[in-house]
């Protein structure tokens, strides 16, 4: 099994439409990050979280929210989805320390019509 | 505010040719530097690392070497493989803050047999 597993991988949807991206990890780490990837632009941070009770936004937060329900797990809710949040979006952990690599999801391709 | 600059692609090689992936970066402090690698329809992974000055990460045939006086970090490898082809991020991260990843743009490696 995946150490960091994303859910749905595919989704299409509607403008307007309501949409939670979901994010599980069994590597024990603290910190969670949401990141988005748009083509020829690398990724951009959403959100990010030390641990539960610790929730920061990142560079692009705006029309995003998110849910650290556990230690595990860490969600991503677009309230009100437009197009231009077509995207692919990551989730990431980490131990904590820059000097520690991001551990990556497979991503969810997100198609909002 | 940090970045990454990293060489423009696509990049096209025949099989066993030589790489070079150029990157440059722009930080405040001393940041770690990383290498991760994107297959087609996976999340981003490892791929080296370096976290002080004239540290080389290596991995799987791939160097880079952290050059601060000129603030780089060149991904080199000797021999490419058809297995190669993939897209390749240059990232930094520095303490205190959220830590996050700040990428470059990422570079689209094709190699042909």
């Known amino acids: 099994d995946a150490d960091v597993t994303q859910t749905p991988r595919n989704r299409i949807t509607k403008t307007g439409k309501r949409i939670m991206l979901e994010c599980s990890q069994t590597k024990g780490h603290d910190r969670m990050y949401w990141y988005r990837q748009d083509p020829g632009l690398g990724l951009q941070l959403i959100y990010y979280s030390f641990d539960v009770k610790d929730i920061n936004k990142g560079e692009i937060s705006d029309g995003y929210s998110v849910s650290r329900q556990a230690q595990a797990k860490f969600s991503l809710s677009l309230e009100s989805a437009i197009p231009n949040q077509t995207a692919l979006y990551f989730c990431a952990t980490s131990p904590g320390g820059a000097s520690q690599p991001q551990h990556f999801g497979d991503g969810t391709r997100l198609s909002i019509l | 505010g940090n970045s990454v600059t990293q060489m423009e692609g696509p990049v096209t090689l025949s099989e066993e040719a030589f790489l070079t992936i150029n990157c440059t970066y722009t930080a405040t402090g001393y940041p770690s530097l990383f290498w991760y690698v994107q297959y087609p329809g996976e999340g981003l992974q490892l791929l080296l690392k370096?976290?002080?000055?004239?540290d080389k990460g290596s991995n799987k045939g791939f160097e880079a070497t952290y050059r601060k006086e000129t603030t780089s970090f060149h991904l080199e490898k000797g021999s490419v493989q058809v297995s190669d082809s993939a897209v390749y991020f240059c990232a930094l991260s520095e303490w205190g803050g959220s830590e996050k990843l700040v990428f470059g743009k990422g570079t689209k490696l094709t190699v042909n047999p």
């Open positions: 370096a976290t002080k000055a004239d």
